[in-house]
């Protein structure tokens, strides 16, 4: 079965740090863009950052610029999400994706999602 599972999640205080992973599981990430997107409680899904399929290539939303940092690790089929200076407003349900090649800002061009992983920013 062709999936994604993003791990890492939890809860942190303001100012805290986590790690978010989403593993690529029945196939190489290889070929893949990875999308990080989240929805908070009565909110639209929302685009967080994505990375290319080569790791040249990665954007943010204005949201988490300067905060958040996507990286990939093709030989460990990988893409992480090093969320940190994390506040309140970052609380969501956080989910990757996956589509080939390029990057989109648009969900909805994404093949394979994962289930998603809680972060809960609270002190």
């Known amino acids: 079965q062709l999936q994604v599972v993003e791990s890492g999640g939890g809860l942190v205080q303001p100012g805290g740090s986590l790690r978010l992973s989403c593993a690529a599981s029945g196939f190489t990430l290889d070929y893949y863009a990875i999308g990080w997107f989240r929805q908070a409680p009565g909110k639209e899904r929302e685009g967080v950052s994505c990375?290319?399929?080569?790791?040249?290539?990665?954007n943010y939303g204005d949201s988490v610029k300067g905060r958040f940092t996507i990286s990939r690790d093709n030989a460990k089929n990988t893409v992480y999400l090093q969320m940190n200076s994390l506040k309140p407003e970052d609380t969501a349900v956080y989910y990757c994706?996956?589509?080939?090649?390029?990057?989109?800002?648009?969900?909805?061009?994404?093949?394979?999602w994962g289930q998603g992983t809680q972060v809960t920013v609270s002190s």
């Open positions: 994706a996956a589509r080939i090649m390029s990057c989109s800002s648009r969900p909805g061009l994404y093949d394979y």
């Open positions: 990375i290319s399929s080569s790791g040249r290539s990665a």
